[in-house]
């Protein structure tokens, strides 16, 4: 059983492409599961095959111990470790040959939580990768691109596992801004020349250092463009998931 965490900001479209890659990949040589690992979430567009809300009532930890929207999410994940053993048992019986696994909206409260890291490997007997979801919204300036490749590049240091880096909803985009998004993720020295322009009209000194220790660590590496409304990336992202999990082999 192969795992992969979908990670990104709040409404980065994680859920949505579990449902749209869990349809994509699905199909009579390849099982999949999906896992919900969102205490809090009210709704979600795919029913999940297992839901950490089985184990830990949100809404109890709110009333008993008096807390807060977030504080109750932290509680609640902190709390689901103690569940690692159960939900592994459910997958078993499944038996898939991956499991998506949504995480929470707010990804910080899995992310940055030392229960993230240890939820992931224990779930998933360190046979997992993470996906990135960089929103498209962060294409619309060189520096939001900049700040979004901070973000996958301290989420890859917190899990230290193979991560494949996608920008999300990018049918969202329009085409010029798509364009020039493609431009930067294919060659550092766009991202770079458009980022040194935008300081420079911004009048303020961040920055080339910065942005050079990015590049040099290979942070931009490869960014797959994602739309779970059209499907595209949905292949390229799966091959990659393979390359990872199995040198390129399904099973
Ligand atoms: N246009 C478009 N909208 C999307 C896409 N993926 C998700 N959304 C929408 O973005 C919002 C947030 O998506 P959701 O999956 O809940 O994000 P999450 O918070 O990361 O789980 C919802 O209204 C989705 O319908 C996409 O690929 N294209
Ligand atoms: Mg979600």
Same mark, same amino acid.
């Given at each position: 059983?192969?795992?992969?965490?979908?990670?990104?900001? !709040?409404?980065? @479209?994680?859920?949505?492409?579990?449902?749209?890659?869990?349809?994509?990949?699905?199909?009579?040589?390849?099982?999949? $599961?999906?896992?919900?690992?969102?205490?809090?979430?009210? &709704?979600?567009? /795919?029913?999940? %095959?297992?839901?950490?809300?089985?184990?830990?009532?949100?809404?109890?930890?709110?009333? %008993?111990? =008096?807390?807060?929207?977030?504080?109750?999410?932290?509680? *609640?994940?902190?709390?689901?470790?103690?569940?690692?053993?159960?939900?592994?048992?459910?997958?078993?019986?499944?038996? !898939?040959?991956?499991?998506?696994?949504?995480?929470?909206?707010?990804?910080?409260?899995?992310?940055?939580?030392?229960?993230?890291? @240890?939820?992931?490997? $224990?779930?998933?007997?360190?046979?997992?990768?993470?996906?990135?979801? !960089?929103?498209?919204?962060?294409?619309?300036?060189? *520096?939001?691109?900049? *700040?979004?490749?901070?973000?996958?590049?301290?989420?890859? !240091?917190?899990?230290?596992?193979? +991560?494949?880096?996608?920008?999300?909803?990018?049918?969202?985009?329009?085409?010029?801004? /798509?364009?020039?998004?493609?431009? &930067?993720?294919?060659?550092?020295?766009?991202? =770079? %020349?458009?980022?040194?322009?935008?300081?420079? %009209?911004?009048?303020?000194? #961040?920055?080339?250092?910065?942005?050079?220790?990015?590049?040099?660590?290979?942070?931009? @590496?490869?960014?797959?463009?994602?739309?779970?409304?059209?499907?595209?990336?949905?292949?390229?992202?799966? $091959?990659?998931? +393979?390359? #990872?999990?199995?040198? @390129?082999?399904? +099973?």
């Amino acid at each position: 059983m192969k795992f992969a965490f979908l990670m990104g900001t !709040a409404g980065s @479209g994680k859920s949505t492409l579990v449902l749209s890659l869990r349809d994509r990949i699905s199909s009579s040589e390849v099982s999949v $599961a999906t896992l919900n690992l969102d205490p809090g979430v009210r &709704w979600l567009p /795919y029913s999940p %095959d297992v839901d950490v809300r089985d184990y830990i009532d949100y809404d109890r930890l709110v009333d %008993d111990y =008096k807390l807060g929207p977030n504080g109750a999410l932290i509680a *609640s994940v902190d709390a689901s470790v103690n569940h690692i053993r159960e939900m592994r048992d459910e997958l078993d019986k499944i038996g !898939a040959d991956y499991v998506l696994v949504d995480t929470p909206g707010q990804m910080e409260i899995f992310a940055y939580r030392s229960a993230g890291r @240890g939820i992931a490997s $224990a779930l998933s007997d360190g046979n997992y990768c993470t996906v990135f979801l !960089a929103d498209s919204i962060f294409l619309n300036r060189p *520096s939001d691109f900049v *700040s979004i490749l901070l973000l996958s590049y301290s989420v890859q !240091a917190r899990f230290h596992a193979p +991560q494949i880096n996608c920008i999300s909803k990018c049918d969202l985009l329009p085409r010029e801004i /798509y364009e020039r998004g493609r431009l &930067w993720t294919e060659d550092p020295e766009f991202l =770079k %020349d458009d980022f040194m322009s935008e300081q420079m %009209d911004l009048h303020i000194e #961040i920055s080339e250092r910065v942005l050079d220790a990015l590049l040099e660590m290979g942070v931009l @590496g490869e960014f797959i463009f994602t739309s779970s409304n059209t499907g595209e990336g949905l292949d390229d992202l799966y $091959a990659q998931m +393979q390359r #990872i999990h199995s040198g @390129g082999e399904d +099973q």
